[in-house]
């Protein structure tokens, strides 16, 4: 994806207090900044450093742990694939409850996904990717889309389920916007959700900032 650099448009306003009596201040005050309205896109995959993100619920306290971090080549549904491997890890008051791998592969120049593997529950899966848009160069305040569409199979080949991605940017702040990608799908018959919210530069660096998943049939938002 070619880098478009987005402009951060900031405003301000000068205005003059008259006096009376012959006399008079002249001066200026700077409006609020305003927040920025478009930034150029990640590059893709989305890789992030080790981010943990943290949330009370019911009087304990849980924190979860992510990272993407590129991998090597493997094979993956016939095609040699670059793959980038995505952990997340769940504690709960500092004991740790579940760790999750996953890892997903790709093709490069231009970036395409392929699928990913996991497993859930301790149920092995492979989600084949059916369909695939990329990000537009420039991610807008107020623009959607749907990022792929994907069917999961168990080690037989058989379809258990499906899974499919959008994304919205909302405005974050004078330098950045926000990208939340949202997951949502069923597996072996259960109602799967998630979602990653980015913070994005106008240069298209990103911070993962807040992460919601289910925890025991509860949704819980980390920031």
């Known amino acids: 994806m070619k880098t478009v650099t987005a402009c951060c448009i900031v405003a ?5 207090i008259a006096g009376c009596g012959g006399g008079g201040y002249s001066g200026s005050s ?3 900044m305003q927040n920025l309205q478009s930034a150029t896109a990640p590059s893709q995959p989305m890789n992030v450093t080790s981010t ?3 949330t009370t619920y019911g009087g304990d306290n849980y924190s979860v742990t992510v990272s993407d971090t590129p991998g090597g080549m493997m094979m993956f549904n016939g095609q040699m694939a670059d793959t980038s491997v995505l952990m997340l890890t769940l504690t709960k008051n500092g004991t740790a409850v579940s760790t999750d791998n996953s890892t997903a592969y790709y093709l490069t120049n231009p970036y ?3 699928g990913l593997s996991g497993t859930t529950n301790g149920v092995a899966w492979t989600a084949i ?4 848009t ?3 160069a420039t991610l807008a305040v107020g623009s959607s889309g749907t990022l792929l569409a994907a069917t999961y199979r168990d080690s037989m080949g058989n379809a258990i389920g499906s899974l499919t991605e959008t994304y919205t940017v909302t405005a974050d702040s004078p330098t950045a916007v926000f990208v939340n990608i949202d997951g949502s799908g069923t597996l072996n018959g259960t109602a799967v959700t ?3 919210t980015y913070s994005v530069t106008s240069t298209g660096t990103l911070a993962l900032v807040q992460v919601q998943i289910m925890v025991n049939g509860t949704t819980l938002t980390f920031k």
């Open 112 to 114: 395409s996904p392929l």
């Open 134 to 136: 990329p990000f537009p």
């Open 129 to 132: 990717i059916t369909s695939f």
């Open 30 to 32: 700077p409006m609020p």
């Open 194 to 196: 998630d979602s990653l």
């Open 12 to 16: 301000l306003a000068a205005g003059a």
């Open 52 to 54: 943990t993100l943290s």
